[in-house]
């Protein structure tokens, strides 16, 4: 499940890039945090907090109990802005959630174990979905899913439908869907036959030589005659 972390902020009420780099030159990351009931709220972060959060992070959803100043709201990690140029966090993003209502989320998906097509027919695992939408409190939000493709043999798949949901947690996307295939491997096509080679090749056509006594085509093509030899 996603680990909830206690984060300190505190209110910003500096906005603009020109701010932004005065808290940056401080060790300071600006955020905001929006959704719920609140209006979105402009915070500080230290830079320093933000890097352990995300270094122990053990997926993408991230649930951060946040101390604002006496008060505290829980939220989810939305989005983390990075510079271009290295790895330094420019920007966060918190959405803010209640631990009794449901909340969707994507969380990543993955397979573990070698599908028996693949390992014994030489076939290949195809992944159609990488994530996967769920429903579920907060507090029940997986870092992911695993899906365990061991049993499948060439033209077999695992649906939406048929992949084992963690307790209190619901899929929302379509059952139909495919997550994972085993399909057959490529056939190499036969190369052509020498016949059909032969066949495409252009054709050459070569000047026939006289016969003994006969005129030479090009002589007879100018319509000259020869001059008798003097004496």
Request: hydrophobic share 40%.
């Given at each position: 499940?996603?680990?909830?972390?206690?984060?300190?902020?505190?209110?910003?009420?500096?906005?603009?890039?020109?701010?932004?780099?005065?808290?940056?030159?401080?060790?300071?990351?600006?955020?905001?945090?929006?959704?719920?009931?609140?209006?979105?709220?402009?915070?500080?972060?230290?830079?320093?907090?933000?890097?352990?959060?995300?270094?122990h992070a053990s997926g993408e959803n991230i649930l951060v109990?946040?101390?604002?100043?006496?008060?505290?709201?829980?939220?989810?990690?939305?989005?983390?802005?990075?510079?271009?140029?290295?790895?330094?966090?420019?920007?966060?993003?918190?959405?803010?959630?209640?631990?009794?209502?449901?909340?969707?989320?994507?969380?990543?998906?993955?397979?573990?174990?070698?599908?028996?097509?693949?390992?014994?027919?030489?076939?290949?695992?195809?992944?159609?979905?990488?994530?996967?939408?769920?429903?579920?409190?907060?507090?029940?939000?997986?870092?992911?899913?695993?899906?365990?493709?061991?049993?499948?043999?060439?033209?077999?798949?695992?649906?939406?439908?048929?992949?084992?949901?963690?307790?209190?947690?619901?899929?929302?996307?379509?059952?139909?869907?495919?997550?994972?295939?085993?399909?057959?491997?490529?056939?190499?096509?036969?190369?052509?036959?020498?016949?059909?080679?032969?066949?495409?090749?252009?054709?050459?056509?070569?000047?026939?030589?006289?016969?003994?006594?006969?005129?030479?085509?090009?002589?007879?093509?100018?319509?000259?005659?020869?001059?008798?030899?003097?004496?």
């Amino acid at each position: 499940m996603a680990k909830q972390v206690k984060l300190k902020a505190e209110r910003r009420s500096d906005t603009g890039r020109a701010a932004a780099r005065k808290l940056k030159s401080r060790g300071i990351i600006p955020a905001v945090v929006y959704g719920g009931k609140d209006k979105p709220q402009a915070l500080q972060v230290s830079a320093r907090d933000v890097d352990v959060m995300l270094s122990h992070a053990s997926g993408e959803n991230i649930l951060v109990e946040l101390e604002i100043e006496g008060e505290t709201r829980t939220a989810l990690v939305q989005e983390v802005q990075h510079a271009p140029v290295g790895s330094n966090v420019l920007h966060i993003d918190f959405h803010a959630v209640s631990m009794d209502e449901a909340l969707e989320a994507e969380v990543p998906l993955e397979a573990f174990g070698m599908a028996n097509g693949v390992k014994n027919f030489g076939g290949l695992l195809e992944q159609s979905l990488r994530t996967l939408t769920v429903k579920c409190l907060p507090r029940d939000l997986p870092d992911k899913i695993t899906v365990d493709v061991s049993n499948l043999n060439i033209g077999d798949a695992i649906h939406v439908r048929d992949i084992q949901m963690p307790q209190g947690v619901s899929a929302k996307q379509q059952p139909d869907l495919t997550a994972f295939s085993v399909v057959a491997p490529a056939v190499e096509e036969e190369p052509v036959a020498a016949a059909t080679e032969a066949a495409a090749s252009p054709e050459v056509i070569t000047e026939k030589k006289p016969a003994e006594g006969e005129a030479a085509p090009a002589a007879a093509a100018s319509g000259k005659e020869k001059e008798p030899a003097k004496k």
